[in-house]
Nanobody, 121 residues
Framework: QVHVVESGGGLVQPGGSLRLSCAAS????????MGWYRQAPGKQRESVAS???????NYADSVRGRFTISRDNGESTVYLQMNTLEPEDTAVYYC???????????????WGQGTQVTVSS
C-alpha cells in the first residue's frame, strides 16, 4: 500500500505564487512517475504536470512557463512551483503516483486527497 499526501494549497492573489508538495510513502515499491492534476468546479480533472523516473517533465499548455515540477533526490517527493497564478488556476490539485511493486511487479496508481488552490483578489 502506498500513501500519497499533498500539502501547500491556499489562497493567493492573482500574480502570486504557491508551492505544492506531494509525498509518497509505503514499502516495496519503485516510483515510475508522479504528477499533478487539478479539477475546477464543474470541470473534468485535467493533467497539469508530471515527472518520470528519468527526470523528464511534461506540462499542460496552460501552465507551461509558469509552473515547474521537481522532485527530491529520494524521488518520493515532488513539488509544484506555481508562479504568476491566474484565477483560472483555481481548483483542487491532486497528486498521482504510478508505482511498481518490487514484490509482484504489478503497476498501480495512487491518488492523494487533494489540496485547494484559490486565486482571487
Amino acid at each position: 500500500q502506498v500513501h500519497v499526501v499533498e500539502s501547500g494549497g491556499g489562497l493567493v492573489q492573482p500574480g502570486g505564487s504557491l508551492r505544492l508538495s506531494c509525498a509518497a510513502s509505503g514499502s516495496t515499491f519503485s516510483i515510475l512517475s508522479m504528477g499533478w492534476y487539478r479539477q475546477a468546479p464543474g470541470k473534468q480533472r485535467e493533467s497539469v504536470a508530471s515527472i518520470l523516473s528519468n527526470g523528464n517533465a511534461n506540462y499542460a499548455d496552460s501552465v507551461r512557463g509558469r509552473f515547474t515540477i521537481s522532485r527530491d533526490n529520494g524521488e518520493s517527493t515532488v513539488y509544484l512551483q506555481m508562479n504568476t497564478l491566474e484565477p483560472e488556476d483555481t481548483a483542487v490539485y491532486y497528486c498521482n503516483a504510478a508505482v511498481r511493486s518490487t514484490v509482484s511487479g504489478r503497476i498501480n496508481t495512487y491518488w492523494g486527497q487533494g489540496t485547494q488552490v484559490t486565486v482571487s483578489s
